[in-house]
């Protein structure tokens, strides 16, 4: 005898989730469903191995991009005065200021114009001042904030190039950060937007060592 087990629905899933949480002290603090993966993370004392399983565990996926809980993801804001689309036939070069505590979840640029004959290298490093000053610090650098486009044909207008880092990185930034973005290989034309994905963290200016209060 073939036995067929349906899959969860989300809303199915996040019930589940919920019933676990609210007998633990963690129920008063829920009032949204949104809020059950933040929860879970919290639950697991920040351990992002246990959050990660526990996440995998209901949702099949893992804790970043599960389903609602991330709705407060947001786009960094470009220096004033960016000139934008950015395009890509040079190396050319948009900042992006850090503002409050947050943790980049993935980095990513949009097609304008269609980039022709070769295939986009664009580099996002996060640097300690705004504007890009001082030097490239943390995990956001050449290696692991390397955005690539696979073929020239998925530089179509309207496509977007992204690459996920919340996965498997902790890329914190803080107030005072900035986050660059330049073109690092050409192509023949084309421009586009480029975008750094955040998600923002409840932490105070008082715990910044750089933070200096107005008086």
């Known amino acids: ?9 989300m809303g199915q899933v996040l019930n589940r989730v919920w019933g676990f949480i609210k007998h633990t ?10 809020q059950v993966l933040p929860a879970a993370y919290l639950y697991t004392k920040g351990d992002r191995r246990y959050a990660q399983d526990f996440a995998e565990a209901y949702f099949g996926q893992p804790l970043r991009g599960a389903g609602s809980a ?21 190396a050319n070069v948009i900042n992006f200021n850090v503002l409050d505590f947050c943790e980049v979840l993935s980095i990513r640029f949009a097609w304008q114009v269609a980039g022709t004959v070769t295939a986009l290298v664009m580099d996002f490093d996060k640097y300690p001042s705004p504007t890009a000053v001082g030097s ?4 956001l650098d050449g290696t692991n904030g390397t955005l690539t486009a696979p073929t020239v044909a998925g530089q179509a207008i ?6 996920d880092l919340g996965n498997t990185l902790a890329i914190e930034l803080e107030p005072g950060n900035s986050v ?20 923002p963290h409840p932490e105070t200016m008082l715990n910044l060592s750089t933070a200096i209060l107005s008086s």
């Not at 490239?136 to 995990?139: A, G, M, R, S």
């Open 1 to 9: 005898m073939n036995i067929i087990v349906k899959p969860f629905s």
């Open 25 to 34: 002290p963690l129920e008063p603090f829920i009032s949204h469903r949104a």
């Open 70 to 90: 991330w709705e407060s993801r947001l786009g960094l804001p470009m220096e004033p005065g960016a000139t934008c689309p950015l395009v890509t036939t040079g």
């Open 136 to 139: 490239v610090v943390d995990k």
């Open 158 to 163: 309207g496509n977007v190039l992204y690459k």
């Open 180 to 199: 660059q973005a330049i073109v690092t290989t050409t192509t023949t034309a084309g421009s586009g937007v480029p975008a750094v994905i955040v998600v």
